[in-house]
T-cell receptor
Framework: NAGVMQNPRHLVRRRGQEARLRCSPM?????VYWYRQLPEEGLKFMVY????????ESGMPKERFSAEFPKEGPSILRIQQVVRGDSAAYFC?????????????FGQGTRLTVV | AQKVTQAQTEISVVEKEDVTLDCVYE???????LFWYKQPPSGELVFLIR??????QNEISGRYSWNFQKSTSSFNFTITASQVVDSAVYFC???????????FGAGTRLTVKP
């Protein structure tokens, strides 16, 4: 039973480019969460999605960031026109039945470096 | 508002010492969940424990133990007879019943020296 899979593990982008981060949840999980970890800090919630729906995007910057979780395929976190301040580790987590009833399992993260 | 405070930024111990990592939280929810995660140097997040607000029993798992004190809003984590492999950053997190996210503390970096 594979865990939460994130790819790529490391991503380097030049300022102004687009970054696409992928997250495949654990089998049977339909709830996905994205978190950002800045260097030497804890994780900060960004967005919570169920299949085809954004449930809570209160932690997502209003501009340049978007997330989707299509019916088929992985969840995608997209960052357009990246800036140096976007350099961070981005973690995806998934759960079976929503945040209130089960713990979320985290992927290994994608480390984005903007040069 | 929900908040998690891990006052200890870094702790260094020698192997076989016991060490306690502090976690203090704030929430207005009466139902909430508390978590501990370990982040080793490789970077992934390893789930250690989840505890709901109605269960104040302390828990022991091998060398790990957790002390949940609702009266002081604390959920401390103790490693007994620490080992070098315990070296990692440890995060405490809180999820309120009406929230969709977990609020993480800033983490405590534990270094266990041989």
């Amino acid at each position: 039973n594979a865990g939460v899979m994130q790819n790529p593990r490391h991503l380097v982008r030049r300022r102004g480019q687009e970054a696409r981060l992928r997250c495949s949840p654990m089998k049977g999980h339909s709830h996905v969460y994205w978190y950002r970890q800045l260097p030497e800090e804890g994780l900060k919630f960004m967005v919570y999605l169920q299949k085809e729906n954004i449930i809570d995007e209160s932690g997502m910057p209003k501009e340049r960031f978007s997330a989707e979780f299509p019916k088929e395929g992985p969840s995608i976190l997209r960052i357009q026109q990246v800036v140096r301040g976007d350099s961070a580790a981005y973690f995806c987590a998934s759960s079976q039945s929503g945040p209130k009833n089960t713990e979320a399992f985290f992927g290994q993260g994608t480390r984005l470096t903007v040069v | 508002a929900q908040k998690v405070t891990q006052a200890q930024t870094e702790i260094s111990v020698v192997e076989k010492e016991d060490v306690t990592l502090d976690c203090v939280y704030e929430t207005r929810d009466t139902t909430y969940y508390l978590f501990w995660y370990k982040q080793p140097p490789s970077g992934e997040l390893v789930f250690l424990i989840r505890r709901n607000s109605f269960d104040e029993q302390n828990e022991i798992s091998g060398r790990y133990s957790w002390n949940f004190q609702k009266s002081t809003s604390s959920f401390n984590f103790t490693i007994t007879a620490s080992q070098v492999v315990d070296s990692a950053v440890y995060f405490c997190a809180l999820s309120g019943y009406n929230n969709n996210d977990m609020r993480f503390g800033a983490g405590t970096r534990l270094t266990v020296k041989p």
